[in-house]
């Protein structure tokens, strides 16, 4: 097998996990694609894209085992060095409730934005929380548009802006 894969392992935060990770995948010859890894919460968490010869997920079964990780695989195309680069970023804040992201997203999704990278905080107090979102996205219509679709949402504040991108 010489495809890539898409590698998720998620468990309890330590120091280590990605040096054993990616020190195992190194040994076995594979090839690291793009990754996302972070902590959430008590939690880190891996996505890595890897290709090379052999079983992935039984290459890493013991490793995982060994430190608590959930480990799953699939094949996915590569569609390396096709970036879409987000132009519009998106900041809420307000009272911590569920259902800021569903209708946040929601709102955000019927203006047609792409949204390519997504992270969220609770801040505050245990007694005052404040969910924090960060969006970054992709979308052709104009900033007003998305602006009107979320200001609709209430007791929230959100900031709609674009991303000026240097390239050269």
Do not use: K
């Amino acid at each position: 097998m010489n495809e890539w894969q898409m590698l998720t392992l998620v468990g309890e935060d330590r120091p280590g996990i990605v040096a054993a990770v990616t020190q195992r995948l190194f040994e076995n010859g594979f090839a690291l694609g793009e990754a996302s890894m972070m902590r959430l919460g008590g939690n880190f968490s891996i996505m890595l894209m890897v290709r090379g010869e052999g079983d992935v997920e039984q290459l890493l079964a013991p490793l995982a085992a060994q430190m608590g990780l959930h480990l799953h695989s699939y094949a996915c195309g590569g569609s390396l060095h096709r970036h879409l680069a987000p132009n519009v970023q998106v900041r809420v804040n307000g009272a911590d409730r569920a259902g800021i992201v569903a209708q946040v997203t929601g709102a955000l999704a019927q203006q047609g934005f792409n949204i390519l990278e997504l992270e969220s905080d609770v801040a505050g107090s245990q007694e005052r929380p404040v969910y924090i979102l960060y969006i970054q996205g992709y979308c052709e219509c104009p900033v007003e548009e998305l602006e009107a679709a979320v200001s609709a949402l209430g007791e929230l504040n959100v900031d709609v802006s674009p991303i000026e991108t240097l390239i050269g």
